[in-house]
């Protein structure tokens, strides 16, 4: 696929991703609104998302997403979903659906596409690099080579996860060539935290508990933790990786509640659980060693439905 061919003739065009976006969400989308503003100056690029965390403040067109999902646009020619499936879009949702063209680019193994055309490979380490490969490679600038990368270092775990492919080690050394401090990206978005982030973090390993012997270890964060510490969910971001650090767990459940008797998870693996399939069973997705989903019920169901889940896949490749 090659975006340009995608949309040739649209006159306006809606790019959005997923709810609560990360960097790869981010990223992807940035990159491809920056992208489409040069490529068809004359069409009308609008990129809608729920605030994005501060850090990404240093790409300049993040000032230009539309947080709050007003457009003047009643029907857009062309709209592309990126990092998700529809029904996780959020309030873009239904200018996706209304769209007369709609185009869905991910990476995650949960998505199965939507009824428009579809660029779904769960082979890649994230949908910035898959953004990489449907844009004309003379026409990248600076700027869009910066978000490219952030979305790839968040995906990967700066090239730490199992994910990282040699396609994405290569697209990377090609993106650095730009000349964009790219240690500098590293630490500000993905390495450094506020000092309440730190504490929340603090707070989240002394409150875990491990269980299955050791093999699995959860913890949680309530409201009246967020609302002492003046916190919201965005300073939770990579916590559930460093419990998952944790010598000898193979999975990790982290949550926080979202709302009355109601848990946003995240899963976490080394590889021995497959937490994208769990996932998807409560209706969530991801991938085979990170995934998330929402539940209902108290601290204790939640953790209760998941481990028979868990159980049951360590049982299976333990053997």
């Given at each position: ?29 940035v990159?491809l ?17 729920e ?7 240093c790409?300049?067109a ?6 709050d ?6 029907q857009?020619?062309a ?7 529809k029904?996780?879009m959020?309030e873009?949702?239904?200018?996706f659906?209304?769209?007369?063209k709609?185009i869905?680019?991910d990476?995650h193994i949960s ?6 055309t ?12 898959l953004i ?7 026409k990248?600038?600076?700027?869009i ?6 979305g790839?270092?968040?995906?990967t775990?700066?090239f ?8 994405a ?13 790219f240690?500098g ?5 993905f ?17 875990s ?9 959860v ?5 009246r ?5 003046h916190?919201?969910?965005k ?5 559930v990786?460093?419990?998952n650090?944790?010598e000898?767990v ?8 979202t709302?009355?008797?109601e848990y ?10 497959d937490?994208a399939?769990?996932?998807v069973?409560?209706g969530?997705?991801g ?19 998941l481990?028979?889940?868990?159980e049951?896949?360590?049982q299976?490749?333990?053997?």
């Amino acid at each position: 696929m090659k975006i340009s061919e995608e949309v040739k003739g649209a006159q306006t065009i809606g790019i959005s991703g997923h709810i609560r976006p990360d960097g790869d969400c981010v990223g992807s989308c940035v990159a491809l609104y920056m992208y489409l503003k040069k490529e068809f100056p004359k069409a009308q690029v609008e990129v809608f998302l729920e605030q994005p965390p501060e850090v990404f403040d240093c790409l300049g067109a993040v000032k230009e997403i539309r947080t709050d999902f007003k457009t003047q646009v009643e029907q857009f020619d062309a709209f592309i979903a990126l990092d998700t499936v529809k029904e996780r879009m959020g309030e873009a949702e239904k200018l996706f659906d209304n769209a007369v063209k709609k185009i869905n680019i991910d990476h995650h193994i949960s998505n199965k596409g939507c009824s428009g055309t579809n660029y779904i490979d769960a082979q890649a380490s994230s949908t910035s690099e898959l953004i990489y490969k449907v844009l004309d490679e003379e026409k990248l600038d600076e700027e869009i080579a910066k978000a490219i990368y952030i979305g790839i270092i968040h995906d990967t775990g700066v090239f730490n996860y199992s994910n990282t492919t040699p396609d994405a080690l290569a697209i990377a050394s090609k993106l650095i060539s730009f000349g964009f401090d790219f240690s500098g990206i590293i630490e500000k978005t993905f390495y450094e935290k506020t000092y309440v982030q730190n504490l929340l973090l603090g707070r989240a390993l002394l409150e875990s508990i491990t269980f299955m012997d050791g093999k699995c270890i959860v913890s949680a964060i309530h409201q009246r933790t967020l609302a002492f510490y003046h916190a919201d969910s965005k300073d939770l971001e990579g916590i559930v990786s460093q419990l998952n650090h944790t010598e000898g767990v193979e999975c990790t459940i982290f949550m926080y509640k979202t709302g009355m008797m109601e848990y946003k998870v995240s899963l976490r693996s080394k590889g021995m659980v497959d937490v994208a399939q769990i996932a998807v069973f409560f209706g969530g997705g991801g991938h085979v060693r990170a995934a998330g989903c929402t539940m209902n019920g108290t601290f204790h169901d939640v953790v209760n439905n998941l481990s028979l889940h868990i159980e049951k896949e360590l049982q299976k490749n333990m053997k």
